[in-house]
């Protein structure tokens, strides 16, 4: 179990609770792997063990044997993140005796996590980190003594040899070069790392819990799971709260803890008690109203595709239609910090320090969205030359979006390389997301407790919200015009992906691909707002020139997954 909050309050009511780690982790032998079949080995050899299918000891010598005589052989895994990623992997080895999993922010395909549309695309926060990074991060195993930095006392590490030490380093430079930070193309490496490959073998149920305001694990991972789960007839539901990269844990409103252990005790403990119907299939928060939603699937069964088609001229701000996009072209160029003379960028974006890089990459959002680096000065008119604005008309009712936006773009580049970027915007006065600590207190057993919070709209207000993003690498087109969406049958990869093209500039080019998904409510009274552009400071690589960008608009268009929306007479 992922959280000591969570051990504490299953132990406490009878059961027992395992912290594995994994291989390379802590004292575990072996090398970090990251996502892929071995782990998936790893996992299984525990729930063996309390099966009594394989042997353990209390060290790599084997001397002393710990036999398994307590267990019911029935076994759950749950972790957030990387544990959560691992209960998954558990999941996929279809060992006997795992009857549940509880993944929360986990990721599916590792692609997902630093790859998006051909195109190197970072998890949120950590612009520039790749796999092998990630791997050198967890092989905590090395740390220390040989001055990998990290938090563990090298004291309480059964040490490697120097001669092991050199062969993960190596290992480790190897994984590097096949992540292939030079095309992003998908590749044999990443689809090791594909869970829905190894699907088939799944025989649990799986609780899937994620933040929909997550940008590390993107929410694109809780939404894949789904369609895995769904392509695969594996039983599922699923927890969707309003916070980030966290646990669905703390989050009151929908009887949490007493759910799960309900969950729990049918699975393992054959308790019949009324789960898992008694379990809503989806809750997911409104992010409009901060109430608790059930709902019967995910996206919702009655979300719609709608066009939104483009439609200005050269340096306008742009509008948008249900008719057909303008015979024109817009252009944009892509310098990477926008708008800004080059003597002027220290002092505006900072010296590079953490903190300045931080305040940089919140200027230029509010540049890119708003029209000035002060979000105050919200300025929509003003000409912003590393972008195009289309805007709706004020809304007349409620607007619902539910699921996987797909953006269609004619462009042209004067450059063979880049990205080519899309935003969705909320324009209007939007509360930020925060909480009240402490609502309800959970009993935790001997005598300790924890508080529940529940998700709240503060004070705090914005003139506006980036609902979501998505890019490509122009060096990706996609003629087929599918996304992830379309490609069940081969394990939701678009050919696209692994499909690097030598372009020409000044030729178009057709790109379709995906915004991350989402669930969101635009008020009536807002506006709608896409957003094309470049590079993105967030997530994709920084250009190493300037990219003049030509869109075609009578070619170009945004499908928004709409939940009883009424299409305009216009």
């Known amino acids: 179990l992922g959280t000591t909050n969570w051990k504490q309050y299953f132990i406490s009511r009878g059961y027992a609770v395992i912290k594995v780690n994994t291989m390379g982790d802590f004292n575990s032998e072996g090398l970090i792997t990251v996502g892929d ?9 525990v729930v063996d063990w309390l099966n009594g299918r394989v042997k353990a000891f209390t060290n790599p010598d084997g001397k002393v044997e710990v036999k398994c005589d307590w267990s019911n052989g029935k076994a759950a895994f749950n972790g957030t993140s990387y544990p959560g990623q691992l209960s998954l992997m558990a999941a996929m080895s279809g060992v006997e005796g795992l009857e549940t999993i509880i993944p929360e922010a986990a990721p599916i395909n590792w692609y997902d996590y630093y790859r998006a549309g051909g195109s190197v695309w970072a998890p949120g926060g950590y612009q520039g980190e790749d796999l092998a990074a990630h791997m050198v991060y967890c092989q905590t195993r090395q740390q220390d003594k040989y001055g990998w930095g990290g938090s563990v ?40 790392r594909n869970k829905a490959i190894f699907a088939d073998d799944v025989d649990c149920s799986i609780l899937i819990t994620h933040g929909l305001n997550d940008w590390n694990v993107k929410f694109k991972h809780a939404a894949l799971l789904v369609e895995i789960c769904k392509e695969n007839n594996i039983p599922w539901k699923a927890i969707f709260h309003s916070g980030a990269h966290s646990s669905a844990l703390g989050y009151d409103g929908i009887d949490i803890y007493d759910k799960l252990q309900g969950w729990l005790d049918y699975y393992l403990l054959d308790i019949e008690n009324g789960m898992p119907d008694a379990m809503p299939n989806v809750s997911i928060v409104n992010n409009a109203t901060m109430e608790w939603e059930e709902y019967d699937t995910w996206p919702q069964e009655d979300n719609d595709y709608t066009t939104f088609y483009l439609n200005g001229e050269e340096g306008e701000v742009g509008y948008l239609s249900h008719g057909a996009g303008s015979e024109t072209e817009v252009s944009f160029v892509d310098e990477f910090i926008p708008s800004v003379p080059a003597e002027d960028r220290v002092d505006v974006f900072g010296a590079l320090g953490a903190g300045d890089r931080a305040a940089g990459l919140t200027q230029w959002e509010n540049l ?36 996987t936006t797909r953006a269609s773009l004619m462009a042209k580049m004067d450059q063979a390389g880049g990205a080519l970027s899309v935003m969705l915007v909320d324009y209007g006065t939007v509360n930020s997301i925060g909480s009240i600590r402490n609502n309800t207190t959970i009993e935790l057993g001997n005598g300790s407790t924890t508080g529940l919070r529940l998700p709240v709209l503060s004070d705090t207000t914005a003139p506006f919200k980036i609902i979501t993003r998505g890019s490509v690498d122009v060096q990706n087109p996609n003629k087929s015009g599918e996304i992830w969406l379309d490609c069940a049958d081969t394990n939701f990869v678009p050919a696209y992906w692994y499909q690097t093209t030598a372009i020409q500039a000044g030729q178009y080019y057709p790109y379709v691909f995906d915004l991350m998904p989402t669930e969101y409510e635009i008020k009536a009274g807002h506006r709608l707002g896409i957003i094309v552009y470049g590079s993105d400071a967030r997530y994709t690589t920084r250009p190493f020139n300037p990219t003049n960008f030509t869109i075609d608009l009578s070619e170009s268009s945004i499908d928004l997954p709409l939940v009883g929306y009424t299409v305009p007479l216009e």
Do not use: C
């Open 37 to 45: 079949y071995n782990e998936a080995l790893a996992m299984a050899s």
């Open 153 to 192: 006392s090298a004291e309480s590490l059964t040490k490697p040899t120097l001669e092991t030490h050199n062969f993960i380093v190596e290992y480790i430079e190897d994984m590097r070069l096949l992540e292939d930070r030079t095309t992003g193309d998908y590749s044999s490496y990443w689809d090791a």
């Open 368 to 403: 890119i969205v708003g029209g000035d680096v002060d979000q105050a000065k919200l300025d929509l008119t003003k000409d912003v030359t590393d972008r195009v604005l289309f805007l709706s008309a004020p809304l007349e009712e409620d607007m619902r979006i539910s699921g």
